[in-house]
């Protein structure tokens, strides 16, 4: 099946390349002051649309162009009618640039302005955070942390200028804090933080206005990543040829299961078999069998003691899933180094991934795919859990390097490397925090490759559809008891669009 590409995806960029987009744009012909008052005119659209019904605002303003937003925000509310608060961190005579003409264009509309200090209160209905940009790098400190403090202690809705204060733009890190946005309007090029770590529990809503600015005209400027899409689904999952038998739908192996350990291989393969796959094999301890039978007959459930109980299983199968349950024992260890010999595509999870960094921390494979939570990445990269969060883009593009193929960094804004790249998915929810919801991807992941999509592709797809099934899973129901088994439902309409 033909690779998919990023055409109809959403570029992401770091920080300094949209900073290179700006300053190009600007050196287009456009006056940085009217992309200044073009962003802002953006954001006041965007907070109408969210809140039609206020009638004051306070709007939180920084010294540099993201304070400028704030300026020429709140002059805009001014002409509109609305009761404006304007709090600066800085005295207006200091500000200089385009930072000082739009704080001249508040003025001039009739917008007052008070000083931050210590106890001071937000008036408004909503605020408007404009007080720390993109070029944020090093930890919060000093009035910019009291200020992003007295915001989140207010309580009250809050809209976002580009990012909110406190995240780094580059990785979703928090610097150690950062102001709750119901909302977060992005100009110019999305950022790639925005998409993934801590970020997702600050920005809200993201609304991207690109303010004309078409940024793949500078393929000097390639983005640093993409931003996953249902679109892709439709063009993925085509109808099947009226002739197709299981045959054609490929033949998966769920080696997993160790004793006492059967649940989770047997979530793996049942979900895969709703995926899609013609045949699906779980070979697990001898205990797990008949549970396996009576939960879904469909998968063919083998006795497994030992390595030679697989038999010709390793010549049948046409992808691999390898580590639910595996356990960490004599058992797995035996179990994953067979795997790791069969020539055909794998998955690797769970405890094939603690397996795989404490005794073959050296293997590369361009067709296996990886799929490590935080604390698995660390391990694999020998490097702590806390070094990982901080920077997940880097992480993944490591894990990849390292060990080849693809590698899924799981967690709120799962994050895909391969060889076309990083994508983000924007989907799931935190009804996903449960046990099982691992082992139901790589489930969907051998599913895929069975069926004969190639290793990015299936790590793309598959990460797609798990979060969009948790997503519609939760719709349906709630997010609180959201279970694994709950998805192959949802995950089976997906895929079938």
């Known amino acids: 099946m033909s690779l998919l590409n990023t055409a109809r995806l959403r570029p992401l960029y770091r920080a300094d390349q949209v900073r290179e987009l700006d300053r190009r744009t600007i050196a287009g012909g456009i006056d940085g002051f009217a992309l200044m008052q073009r962003a802002a005119s953006s954001a006041w659209h965007g907070f109408r649309a969210r809140w039609p019904q206020v009638r004051s605002i306070s709007v939180m303003c920084g010294k540099g162009n993201n304070g400028g937003d704030g300026h020429v925000l709140a002059a805009l509310a001014a002409q509109s009618g609305l009761k404006v608060q304007r709090i600066t961190t800085a005295a207006l005579e200091t500000l200089d640039g385009d930072a000082a003409k739009a704080a001249e264009l508040a003025t001039a509309a009739g917008v007052g302005c008070e000083h931050w200090r210590p106890g001071s209160v937000f008036h408004g209905e909503v605020i408007v955070d404009a007080l720390l940009g993109t070029g944020l790098r090093g930890p919060v400190e000093g009035d910019f942390r009291q200020v992003i403090e007295a915001i989140n202690l207010a309580r009250k809705p809050v809209l976002a200028i580009d990012i909110p204060s406190g995240v780094e733009a580059d990785t979703g890190a928090v610097l150690g804090c950062a102001t709750h946005s119901d909302c977060t309007v992005t100009f110019i090029g999305d950022k790639i933080g925005l998409h993934t770590g801590?970020?997702?529990?600050?920005?809200?809503?993201?609304?991207?206005?690109?303010?004309?600015?078409?940024?793949?005209?500078?393929?000097?400027?390639p983005p640093d990543a993409w931003l996953l899409d249902e679109c892709l689904l439709e063009e993925a999952f085509s109808p099947r040829q009226r002739i197709a038998h299981k045959g054609d739908m490929g033949h998966l192996l769920v080696l997993g299961g160790?004793?006492?350990?059967?649940?989770?291989?047997?979530?793996?393969?049942?979900?895969?078999?709703?995926?899609?796959?013609?045949?699906?094999?779980?070979?697990?301890?001898p205990e797990h069998t008949t549970a396996s039978l009576v939960s879904c007959p469909e998968v063919m459930a083998h006795s497994v003691r030992g390595v030679a109980d697989l038999g010709e299983l390793t010549h049948q199968s046409n992808a691999l899933v390898v580590g639910p349950g595996l356990g960490q024992g004599a058992w797995g260890q035996a179990m994953l180094q067979s795997a790791l010999e069969m020539p055909c595509p794998l998955v690797v999870d769970a405890d094939g991934l603690n397996l795989l960094a404490h005794y073959w921390p050296e293997k590369q494979r361009d067709d296996w795919i990886l799929t490590p939570h935080p604390g698995e990445a660390a391990r694999l990269l020998d490097i702590t859990t806390a070094a990982v969060q901080e920077d997940r883009p880097a992480a993944v593009r490591a894990l990849q390097e390292r060990y080849g193929g693809s590698v899924i960094l799981k967690g709120a804004g799962t994050l895909v490397a391969g060889p076309s790249?990083?994508?983000?998915?924007?989907?799931?929810?935190?009804?996903?925090?449960?046990?099982?919801?691992?082992?139901?991807?790589?489930?969907?992941?051998?599913?895929?490759?069975?069926?004969?999509?190639?290793i990015e592709q299936s790590a793309w797809l598959a990460t797609l559809v798990h979060a969009l099934a948790a997503d519609r899973a939760a719709d349906a129901q709630g997010e609180r008891g959201l279970l694994a088994s709950d998805l192959a439902f949802y995950a089976r309409q997906l895929i079938n669009p």
């Open 421 to 454: 790249g990083l994508v983000i998915c924007p989907y799931g929810n935190p009804g996903m925090a449960s046990g099982g919801m691992g082992d139901a991807l790589s489930g969907i992941l051998g599913a895929l490759l069975a069926q004969g999509y190639n």
């Open 198 to 221: 801590d970020a997702p529990a600050y920005t809200g809503d993201i609304d991207f206005r690109p303010l004309g600015v078409k940024s793949q005209a500078f393929p000097d400027i």
């Open 258 to 285: 160790a004793p006492g350990f059967g649940g989770a291989a047997l979530i793996a393969s049942q979900t895969a078999a709703r995926l899609g796959a013609g045949k699906v094999s779980l070979a697990t301890a």
